[in-house]
């Protein structure tokens, strides 16, 4: 497996919001939430309920797509990761990891009870203007 990009890694830790679409149906929806970014496993960690729509989506589709943007209305300034991935229930070991990695990046999450769900990246597309105009990063989990 090719290494994932520090660059990428970066630009993750230094945001808190991401946007996810889901499908069902050829029914897209997407939605926001706050992660923390684990690097170990290239996977987003978030905190949702069940009775949303875009949870039972995924409980149906767990194939996912999404993005983390530097909203900015200097061009030179675009930076931004498109992605596909998996979303899926932390349960045992990983819920305590999620957990971890989650209360870390968010304290106030300590407070309250909380379902965590892993979004580990499979392909990731990486624009950065600060780079060059129009430069991409390429990954793929199974390259």
Request: contains cysteine; charged residues 25%; aromatic residues 12%.
């Amino acid at each position: 497996m090719e290494q994932f990009p520090e660059k990428i890694t970066a630009f993750l830790k230094k945001h808190h919001v991401i946007t996810v679409a889901t499908c069902e149906n050829n029914q897209p929806w997407c939605f926001n939430a706050f992660y923390a970014f684990d690097e170990e496993t290239h996977s987003f960690y978030i905190t949702s309920h069940d009775d949303t729509k875009h949870i039972q989506q995924v409980l149906k589709n767990a194939v996912v797509s999404g993005s983390v943007v530097l909203e900015t209305e200097i061009v030179g300034k675009v930076q931004g990761l498109q992605f596909s991935a998996e979303m899926t229930l932390c349960e045992g070991d990983m819920e305590k990891k999620a957990s971890k990695i989650y209360c870390k990046r968010f304290p106030f999450a300590t407070l309250a009870p909380k379902v965590l769900w892993q979004i580990e990246i499979l392909d990731a597309k990486y624009t950065d203007n600060t780079l060059g105009f129009g430069k991409k990063l390429n990954w793929s989990k199974n390259s």
